[in-house]
Structures are given as structure tokens and as C-alpha cells.
């Protein structure tokens, strides 16, 4: 069994502090004898050892972790952005807390305090409402915060977020070659957010830049993100187009896999000549039988950027208003 410093200063009857210099590779520096090197390091070699994290906080006033507060790791685009961040938080010798908040303000609320109490060095927070962003920065307890994946506009905030007006013009620009005389329809949820509305908006720039309009009357939101509420949705304009739509825009990947799920369950199939368009990719998209263009955000670089803004933030060298946008790339397939 591992044996703490202190315990191995007293099996071997020296003090912490030349058992410290030894694991350190600095008993030369420090004129440790060969003789008491090597009891220390028998005793190591025998039975390991562990560092008290609980007395190392303590000293450096720093527990070494962080908090990272995700709407639904369901959702693939934050399972890929909370893995990348995971590991290079661990790479700096960080342990990342991962919470889910459903969306839902008064459980985010909560969970941010809950990692608060537990002495977290710094949060990573997408926040579910503009309101809770605000009451945030207010009841922080001096922690640095960023903000992820959405702007609420407010200002003196750090947030790293996706280009998704420029993401949903790519979107546009590259469907309305394909549409001719088919009628689009854009399938959202959650309506009150800026990542939904900014991709929305660009859909509807790069559409018309092509020569299409994309009418008010083929927009349609769901209630929230999710596969369930994406699946009721679906059903009711199934029922009005008395069909599926010949083209199929969503916001989200869970609000896809909704309509997918009704349409191959209630139409029989997911129509070969469907053109789809989604933003957030995903390796399964690439096995439908349609024609897909996805916008992929790049997770990675959200992380490394927000990790990077963070820990300056937390040795005091880094302004708290830092705002990072990073451009999506457009994926296609069966081009």
C-alpha cells in the first residue's frame, strides 16, 4: 500500500524534507548521503508513495480542479468539446468536474454552487439563459469564469463560442445550389438561444446570397433540444405536409436524430432524395443514404482556447473580457 511523505520519513527516520528532495531528483544538490538516499528509496521502491492533496490545497491555497458545466452530454457536440477539455486539463495537471444543467436554470444554478463549495480553481459554464450568465458573474465568489459555446451579448465577460452566423451561410450557400424546387424546411428548438437564432440567420443569408428564400412559414421549433421533443415536432408537420419535407434543416444533432427517428418510424423510411443539413457532425451521418452537409465545429480548438483563457485568468495575467469566436468548417456527404 502507497505510504504518504510523512510516512516515509518515519520508516526510514529522517524528515520530510530530504524525502521530498530525493523523489524530487535534488538529494545531490542538497548533500543528502548515498546512505540515506538509498533507505528512502527502498522504502519508496517497496511500497510507493502518494502526495496529500488535501494538505497540498491547502499550502498553495488551489485544489487543482476545475468545473465545466454542460447542458446534456447526450449531445454529441459536448461529449467531443468535454473530452477535449478533460485531457488538456489533465495534461497541466488539472481534474475537470463535469456536470450537466439539462438546460435547466434553477439545476445549473445549482450545480455551479455545489462545485463553488467545493473549492474549484475555475468554472467552464455554457449557460442555459442569459439571466443565469448574468446572476453568475454577480455570485462567482471571485472564481475566473469562462463562458462556452454561447454569447448573450454580455459585455466583460470571457467566452469562447462557434462563428454560427458565418457557420449557417456556409450551410446556405452550399444547399441553396442543390434545392431547385424543393422546399426547405428548418427545424429548431430552444429559439431563445444565440447559437439557434446566429444559425438561423446565416441559413437564411447564404440561402438567399443562392438564389433561395427560406419562408417565415417553413420555420418550426420544437420545444427543446432533445430527441423527444425533435420527434413530437416532426409528427405535427408531418401530418400538415402530409409527407416528409423534401429538404430538412436542423440546429442541433438530437433535434436530427428526432425527426430521423419519426420519419423511419412513422413514414416507413428516411427518404433517399431528402437533402439534409445539420449543424454538428457526426461519423453516422456518413451512413445515411442522403445527401448531408454538416457545419462541425472544432471542439478542440474551444477547448484549448477556453483552457488557455482560463488558467491565465487564474494566475492573474489575463484580462476577465476576453471574447474568442472560431470558425466551423462544412462537412459534406455523398456529394
Known sequence: MAKSIDEIAKLAGVSVTSVRLVINGQDKKYRISEKTRAKIQSIIDEHGYYINQTARSLKLQRTQTLGLVVPRLTNPFFSQLTEALEIRCRESGYQLIT??????????????????????????????????????????????????????????????????????????????GQLGERQLIFMGADEWLPTIQDRLEGLKAGLFEGGYQLSDGNVHFAERISRSHAYQKMSELYKSLRGPPDALVTPALPVLEGC???????????????????????????????????????????ALEAYRILEAMIRKDYPEQQKMVIMPELITYLE
Not at 444543467?101 to 474549484?120: C, F, G, P, T
Open 260 to 302: 430521423l427517428e419519426y420519419l423511419k418510424k412513422e413514414h416507413g423510411e428516411i427518404p433517399r432524395d431528402m437533402l439534409i443539413g445539420s449543424f454538428d457532425d457526426h461519423a453516422m451521418l456518413g451512413f445515411l443514404p442522403n445527401k448531408v452537409f454538416a457545419v462541425r465545429q472544432n471542439a478542440t480548438e474551444l
Open 99 to 176: 456536470v450537466c444543467s439539462r438546460d435547466e436554470a434553477e439545476l445549473e444554478k445549482q450545480v455551479v454552487e455545489n462545485l463553488i463549495y467545493r473549492s474549484v480553481d475555475g468554472l467552464f459554464v455554457t449557460s442555459s439563459y442569459q439571466s443565469r450568465q448574468s446572476d453568475l458573474l454577480e455570485s462567482h465568489h471571485g472564481k475566473p469564469v469562462v463562458f462556452l459555446d454561447r454569447d448573450f451579448g454580455i459585455p466583460n465577460i470571457a467566452v469562447v463560442s462557434t462563428n454560427n452566423l458565418d457557420g449557417g451561410k456556409l450551410l446556405g450557400r452550399k444547399m441553396s
